[in-house]
């Protein structure tokens, strides 16, 4: 996964004024949609209205994860795994395409899916382990795993042909072609008296999506909710609370709360979303309110709760001194450079001088000054850190040929936070 575009992604996911994403991609690439909490304490609440569409000309291989619902309009072949809370997802296959449907975990369950099959994805290739209401366009091979075997195929178009291939709990496949039934022409065999030519029935009307997103309001304070919870407010005394659906959802959605006031210091409040043409339930969310402010101990705010991404005890605060990636001090590794040959004649010791540097990837190392006295090398360095550090000086010289040059140093301070100076002696040694 390229880590840059999927932080990208989140980003736009995150901001809640966008309803379509469009993702064009001509290689493979992995996407994951996932219900953050942002920074400022809002939910991306308005993911379940994002529209993917994958109109890559030459994708192949495309993974798109989600634990949320999406809309997905995928034109490459593509793995779809869904997460328990991404029921009510649609997915479309819009060209003649691969397509598989996963579940993200076998012991949960995911409801509602919608997949259709557009005209002009005639002989796409579908399997599927999740249960979906699957409406055909266009010829299509359909592969219903164990888990899937109680889907529901229906054929729109006349002429169109489906073959599914199902298999059920004990490991039996069995194979079903499904056509549509063309219009009946009119009863012609008594001239006498005609018959009254046959009406095309109307196409029921696809039943609306709920997007899955409650607004509540207490206040000034505005917030999304899309499954069930504890929700901290911190406020401390009891007030009206009312509940909205967006837009789009409240032309085909009603909301209906168990209560509209915040009665105590606990409030279970039963929300319900119900369609406005044959009140069938499209949601239930149960949700505690819970009142109190920074106060209440339950209350991410509260400095005193554990959750609290402020809190220092909190293991993922990045002061905390218990994190890992959170050392108390910095380590600079001193490196000594510059290169040094030694050759013997005789007895004697031939040193070819070179200048000495020092370098270090954390805090500042200058070389201040250096003398030569036959094989031994004077060297002052001073280290400036940038925050409080302890210092490492190599016991051994670097590049050094046909000899072995040790260094030492006066004692190190455990650690530093200002400019400190070492003066070390380095001795040049001929190799036998």
């Not at 991609?25 to 949609?33: S, Y």
């Not at 890559?56 to 795994?81: H, I, M, Q, R, Y």
């Not at 040193?351 to 805090?363: E, R």
Request: net charge negative; proline share 6%.
């Amino acid at each position: 996964m390229n880590t840059h575009i999927q932080n990208a992604l989140n980003g736009v996911l995150n901001n809640r004024k966008v309803l379509n994403v469009l993702i064009w991609t001509n290689i493979i690439r992995n996407f994951e949609i996932v219900n953050k909490r942002c920074k400022n304490g809002i939910f991306a609440a308005n993911i379940p209205k994002v529209k993917i569409t994958n109109i890559g000309k030459n994708t192949v291989n495309t993974k798109l994860t989600t634990e949320v619902p999406v809309k997905a309009d995928l034109s490459a072949n593509t793995t779809v795994t869904l997460a328990e809370d991404a029921k009510n997802s649609e997915i479309t296959l819009s060209k003649k395409v691969e397509v598989e449907v996963k579940a993200a975990d076998a012991e949960k369950a995911v409801e509602d899916v919608t997949i259709n099959v557009a005209k002009e994805a005639e002989g796409a290739s579908l399997k599927t382990e999740v249960k979906a209401e699957i409406k055909a366009e266009a010829n299509v091979s359909i592969t219903l795993d164990k888990t899937a075997q109680d889907s529901t195929v229906i054929v729109t178009d006349e002429n169109v042909k489906v073959e599914v291939e199902k298999t059920d709990e004990d490991g039996n496949v069995s194979k079903e072609e499904i056509t549509s039934t063309p219009t009946p022409a009119p009863d012609t065999t008594t001239p006498s008296t005609p018959s009254t030519p046959s009406v095309p029935s109307t196409p029921k009307p696809e039943a609306p999506t709920f997007s899955g997103t409650v607004n509540y309001t207490i206040g000034s304070k505005t917030d999304a909710i899309n499954k069930s919870g504890t929700i901290n407010l911190d406020i401390t005394s009891g007030s009206a609370i009312t509940f909205s659906l967006d837009a789009d959802d409240a032309k085909n959605f009603t909301v209906n709360p168990s209560s509209a006031d915040l009665t105590g210091e606990e409030t279970e409040v039963i929300i319900t979303v119900t369609a406005k043409e044959g009140g069938a339930k499209a949601a239930e969310y149960t949700v505690k309110f819970i009142l109190g402010g920074t106060a209440n101990p339950d209350n991410p705010s509260n400095p005193d709760n554990p959750d609290n991404p402020d809190n220092p005890s909190n293991p993922d605060n990045p002061d905390n001194p218990s994190n890992p990636d959170n050392p108390t001090t910095e380590s600079i590794d001193v490196t000594f450079g510059g290169s040094i040959t030694v050759t013997t004649s005789g007895s004697s010791i031939i040193v070819s001088k070179s200048a000495i540097t020092a370098t270090s990837t954390k805090g500042t190392v200058t070389v201040e000054s250096q003398t030569w006295a036959g094989n031994t090398a004077t060297v002052t360095i001073s280290v400036t850190p940038t925050t409080t550090s302890t210092v490492n000086i190599p016991a051994t010289f670097n590049n050094v040929q046909g000899a072995t040059a040790t260094v030492a140093s006066q004692p190190t301070p455990a650690e530093i936070t200002t400019k400190t100076t070492y003066t070390l002696t380095i001795t040049i040694s001929a190799n036998k």
